[in-house]
């Protein structure tokens, strides 16, 4: 008997190499993405070793590095005692193949997903198409969407959410998206003056009590790329005056030097929260990527975490759809992802903010020599490095049961 598809809601990167996962194993899956193209705006631009090895797996791995710029090396700074601690990935080249973060944007991962994904007869990717609601019923789920000539409904196996922070899908099967919303808004542009001059490595976080900065290289038309660069932003102040010229250009003089202005390529301003989904499984329902869970962007964990949602459940799909294992496997995934990401990601990158913008001077010295100390002990950087990698929290959901 033909079985429905999986239909997958968003066609962002997580809903993309979901889709993969599962048409590459000869399941029927059809994509709909509410956009009329890839969107391209500059967003998560930094790939974790374990999530390279499994785009590798799926065969998106060697073109992924091409188009990216490897980063071994990030800092942790204070802005006026200049590097704290240096971390080096290769003190882990024994766990992983990919020893660095990889870094590019993401919106070149769905290009080439995209690419993929379309020349494959069991995949139908259906741009244009809003989700609006899912209905479960004793065979399947029905998928209400609305599309340019109308709305519509399509029958459905299982239903994956991968529709975003805003996810229709989590919103019509009533799952609370738990967490809060940080007052300040991060203020994200790029320059192509080459920070390299100044000491930096490709990735860099540096503390100050009033003005912390993130910094990391993205590649641009090939080498040397350009520079992105995240400031907090006060929650008084007026989107259109932080993006104004002036005020770009005063945070960036503030930060490097007042004698020069400096080329601004792109900027935006956005809001940061931390949130988890009450339940990641509803039924024939599953939620991943910013559906499922969303953090502030310090440490490069929310696409990635994503992408590893999408592959521990497209993993659990398989057995389920082709070996016979009980649907109940799917549990599995809502305890094994849920639990990591509210032990790991939420708890890692509330901490890296913490670290970066601690205003009490002795708990910011006191944070500092702390990351001083793990730094300069090979047992403590290692374990720090598998954190930060991601891979200590792909052995921990391993573990759940
Ligand atoms: C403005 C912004 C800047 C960011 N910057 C950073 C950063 O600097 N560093 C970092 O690590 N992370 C950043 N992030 C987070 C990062 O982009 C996400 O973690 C990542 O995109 C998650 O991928 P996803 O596929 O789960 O969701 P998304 O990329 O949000 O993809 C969801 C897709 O679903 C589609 N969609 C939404 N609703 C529907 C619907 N009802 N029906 C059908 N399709 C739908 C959307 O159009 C989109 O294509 C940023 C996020 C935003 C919003």
Same mark, same amino acid.
């Given at each position: 008997?033909?079985? +429905? ?7 962002? $990167?997580? #809903?993309?190499? %979901?889709?993969? =996962?599962?048409?590459?194993? @000869? ?111 004793? +065979? ?7 599309? $340019?000539? #109308?709305?519509? %409904?399509?029958? =459905?196996?299982?239903?994956? @959410? ?128 910013? =559906? ?110």
């Amino acid at each position: 008997m033909k079985r +429905d598809p999986i239909v997958i809601s968003g066609g962002g $990167p997580v #809903g993309l190499v %979901a889709a993969l =996962a599962l048409a590459k194993r @000869g399941l029927d899956v059809c994509v709909l993405e509410i956009e009329s193209q890839i969107p391209t705006d500059l967003r998560a631009g930094t790939f974790h070793p374990p999530t390279v090895e499994m785009l590798a797996e799926l065969g998106v791995g060697a073109e992924l590095v091409a188009a990216g710029i490897p980063v071994p090396e990030w800092q942790i700074r204070d802005r006026r005692a200049g590097v704290i601690a240096r971390f080096d990935l290769a003190a882990i080249a024994d766990l992983t193949p990919y020893p660095f973060r990889l870094h590019c944007e993401q919106h070149k991962l769905s290009s080439i997903l995209y690419r993929i994904l379309g020349a494959m007869p069991n995949v139908t990717l259906l741009f244009g198409h809003r989700c609006t609601a899912v209905e479960q019923d004793d +065979d399947g789920v029905t998928v209400r969407f609305q599309a $340019p000539d #109308g709305d519509g %409904a399509i029958r =459905a196996s299982y239903v994956i @959410g991968a529709d975003g922070a805003h996810s229709a899908v989590r919103k019509s099967l009533g799952v609370e998206f738990e967490g809060f919303t940080w007052p300040e808004r991060f203020l994200v542009f790029a320059t192509d003056y080459d920070l390299r001059e100044q000491g930096f490595t490709g990735n860099a976080y540096i503390a100050d009590p009033d003005e912390w900065v993130a910094i990391f290289i993205q590649p641009h038309d090939g080498p040397p790329g350009i520079w992105r660069m995240a400031f907090p932003i006060p929650p008084e102040l007026d989107d259109a005056d932080v993006l104004a010229d002036d005020y770009v250009q005063s945070r960036i003089k503030g930060f490097l030097s007042s004698d020069q202005d400096y080329p601004i390529l792109y900027r935006s301003v956005y809001r940061v929260h931390q949130r988890v989904a009450s339940r990641f499984r509803v039924g024939r329902a599953m939620l991943v990527g910013d =559906a499922a869970h969303i953090n502030n962007p310090l440490g490069g964990m929310g696409l990635n975490s994503g992408i590893h949602d999408a592959i521990n459940l497209t993993g659990k799909l398989c057995d389920v759809m082709l070996n016979g294992a009980p649907d109940s496997l799917l549990d599995l995934y809502d305890r094994q992802r849920r639990q990591t990401n509210i032990e790991y990601v939420q708890a890692i990158t509330i901490r890296n903010k913490r670290l970066l913008e601690e205003k009490d001077p002795a708990v910011r010295t006191e944070r500092l020599d702390e990351m001083r100390t793990i730094a300069a002990d090979p047992v403590s950087a290692r374990q720090y490095l598998m954190n930060s990698s991601m891979i200590a929290s792909i052995r921990r959901a391993a573990e759940i049961v």
